[in-house]
Nanobody, 125 residues
Framework: QVQLVESGGGLVQAGGSLRLSCAAS????????MGWFRQGPGKEREFVAA???????????DYTDSVKGRFTISRDNAGDTVNLQMNSLKPEDTAVYYC???????????????WGQGTQVTVSS
């Protein structure tokens, strides 16, 4: 069993920055895909960004179009923590952000096997 614990989030003005982190425990997840989804008010949960293991200490990063150039996803050297640096935040980024883990792909909600508890990000205009 894998546990995902998120940290970060909060309230920020438009144009500001926030950093989310998610630490995995319970199993070695170095070769697993880890990423982030979000769910805004009245909306369905959607993909934000993901890292896919390619080779030791090398991950491929994938982003949804609306965050490209503003968000950066990364993994730590041990591979058990995923970070999401969010810059130039917009009010439409307001959502609960969920850490996600998959043995296959973290870009598709149907393939996620473990979820974090979620952390609120609120961007004021």
């Amino acid at each position: 069993q894998v546990q995902l614990v998120e940290s970060g989030g909060g309230l920020v003005q438009a144009g500001g920055s926030l950093r989310l982190s998610c630490a995995a425990s319970g199993r070695t997840v170095r070769s697993y895909a880890m990423g982030w989804f979000r769910q805004g008010p009245g909306k369905e949960r959607e993909f934000v960004a993901a890292t896919t293991w390619i080779q030791p200490n090398t991950y491929y990063a994938d982003y949804t179009d609306s965050v490209k150039g503003r968000f950066t996803i990364s993994r730590d050297n041990a591979g058990d923590t995923v970070n999401l640096q969010m810059n130039s935040l917009k009010p439409e980024d307001t959502a609960v952000y969920y850490c996600a883990l998959s043995t296959a792909s973290a870009t598709s909600i149907s393939r996620i096997e473990y979820w974090g508890q979620g952390t609120q990000v609120t961007v004021s205009s």
